[in-house]
């Protein structure tokens, strides 16, 4: 059977979610359309397929002990020279974040990280330095932000893309949801024109 190669995130909601995307893929970025913008609690991880549905039941106990909670972004910063990331960055809400991620990834999502972890929404990885500048410069002035509700599992198909699979809501208001991430079509009048221009 193999594995499968799962991520649990918190996913940027419409219509910031999109814009960044599509910024993301202007300035070059192949992995760009197939990773939804989002704010990462669970690095990819490769699990066994027979363990989803155990997995799936730790990260519903997971939601259920969190609560709704803000998140705002404002301007870019960089993991360079350590890893070739440009990145917007979590002003608020990051505290949040780590001990939500902390508990994402014990049971059977227990593992060691790469790096420590530090929350934030990646807007280009992997691509030339000049494009890196590029993203570094072009979003210093976005700014925004959310309530989040909940997180997600996503897992990543044969093809590279990423594909929500399961959304887990906190239960301060039973009826939210995570916030959806619409396709390019969705995207709002004067949103997609911004994010074509820079703006």
Known sequence: MGTSTIGVS??????????LQQ???????PQALGIPTHVTLLPPTEVDPEA???????????AASGRPFELRLDGTDTFRP????????????????????????SGPLERELQFP?????????????????????????????WVATGFAL???????????EREFGFPADHTATVPH???????PTGAADAAASGR
């Open 23 to 29: 910024r993301r893929a202007g300035f070059g970025d």
């Open 10 to 19: 918190i996913a940027v909601p419409e219509p910031f979610g999109s814009l």
């Open 117 to 145: 972890y530090h929350p934030h929404v990646t807007i280009a990885h992997g691509i030339a330095e000049e494009a890196l500048d590029r993203a570094f410069e072009a979003l210093a002035d976005f700014r925004a932000s």
């Open 154 to 164: 996503y897992e990543q198909g044969d093809d590279g893309v990423w594909r929500l």
């Open 82 to 105: 350590l890893s070739p990331v440009v990145y917007v960055r979590l002003v608020r809400g990051a505290e949040e974040c780590r001990t939500l991620q902390e508990r994402v990834r």
């Open 181 to 187: 991430q619409s396709s390019h079509a969705d995207l």
């Open 52 to 62: 989803l549905p155990a997995i799936e039941d730790h990260l519903a106990e997971v």
